[in-house]
């Protein structure tokens, strides 16, 4: 059997309503969790980039990449390993502001981390901490007995080592729209 491993699943799409339900539909009739989500623009106008991650076997990934690309808006799928992606999350931790002057372990925590102070006002301070969801978690732990009002992550936003071959196949869906639009404004 194989091994399950983290995979990061990158979906190219247009933008189109239902489809991130369809797609996360996928995951869930093989009762998949989806550990982490996040959708943005990609670096091609009108093309739309989900970011997922499941930890899987890359059989079962194989399967899954299969049915994604089978969607009518999509445009191509791939995943890749955590050794193959250079990754990031991010998180905010609302804090009551007077411990940031009266527990000097709080100022401890911040610089430890490289943690950064985003706002402070006489009620509440909110923390910014980038980086793996391991480095994210550490903080939440040495921050929790000091009581967080508010805590939330992102979902990880990644970029591959290596170039994807989707940034050739999207700068030619660019190039072609321009055409086509070139000539229907002439």
Known sequence: MSEVKTFTVNIYTENNIGLLNRI??????????????????????????????????????????GQIERQVEVIKAFYHTDEETIFTESALFKIK????FEEPQIQNIIKESQARIVTV??????????GRRSEIELVHRELKPF?????????RIAVTKTEMPISTLLQRIE??????FGKSQA
């Open 175 to 180: 190039e072609s729209n321009e055409v086509a």
């Open 24 to 65: 996360s539909a996928i995951f869930q009739r093989r009762k998949i969790n989806i550990e982490s989500l996040s959708a943005s623009e990609s670096e091609i106008d009108d093309v739309f980039k989900f970011i997922i991650v499941v930890n899987v076997t890359e059989e079962q990934m194989a399967k899954i990449q």
């Open 97 to 100: 502001s007077n411990l940031l």
């Open 147 to 155: 009581g967080i009002m508010q805590f939330t992550r992102s979902g």
């Open 121 to 130: 006002n006489k009620d509440f301070f909110v923390l910014e901490k980038a």
